[in-house]
């Protein structure tokens, strides 16, 4: 893959099979079947850097920014990318059952309404631009876009354990 600023040249093909698997076709012509394209920064630049992995975890192809790719490639890498990088983005908070932890979170996403587990305060990460990422008890990530956008109610609960 080639980038001059504005077009590019892909060295390979993506398609799905019969079975749904995803498909690179390389530049020699060969067909590697079940590729996980990964992202190499999923929360501060999530696209850009993308590696298409092999089924042997091997890097076949790295793609610096997935807008440049041609629609059809770059529609079917995001509808990949969509089930690989399941992460509800919290957009209110409406009760916990404590301000100490381990306590039950009820809120809204962006997936429909749900209650969690936190565990302990450091689950709560700061990003940069004012975001942050919530791992429940789960291990499901909850992404919060950016803190100060959130309505005050959730703010004022959220800050008690910031």
């Known amino acids: 893959m080639t980038d001059n600023n504005t077009t590019i040249t892909t060295t390979f093909d993506l398609a799905r099979d ?5 498909v690179l076709t390389d530049a020699q012509g060969e ?5 996980t394209p990964v992202r190499a920064f999923p929360l501060t630049a999530p696209g850009e850097g993308i590696s298409l992995v092999g089924g042997d975890g091997r890097e076949l192809v790295w793609i610096d920014r997935v807008e440049a790719l041609p629609a059809p490639m770059r529609a079917l890498l995001e509808e990949e990318l969509a089930v690989r990088d399941f992460a509800p983005t919290l957009l209110k908070l409406h009760k916990v059952s404590s301000f100490g932890v381990p306590s039950t979170w009820t809120v ?3 997936r429909g309404d749900t209650r969690f587990v936190l565990k302990a305060e450091e689950d709560i990460r700061r990003l940069d631009g004012g975001a942050l990422l919530i791992a429940s008890a789960h291990g499901v990530q909850f992404r919060v876009a950016d803190a100060k956008a959130l309505d005050r109610a959730s ?3 959220l800050e008690r354990f910031l």
């Open 18 to 22: 019969s079975f749904g698997r995803l």
């Open 31 to 35: 067909r590697h079947v079940g590729i």
């Open 108 to 110: 809204s996403t962006d």
């Open 155 to 157: 703010r004022k609960l």
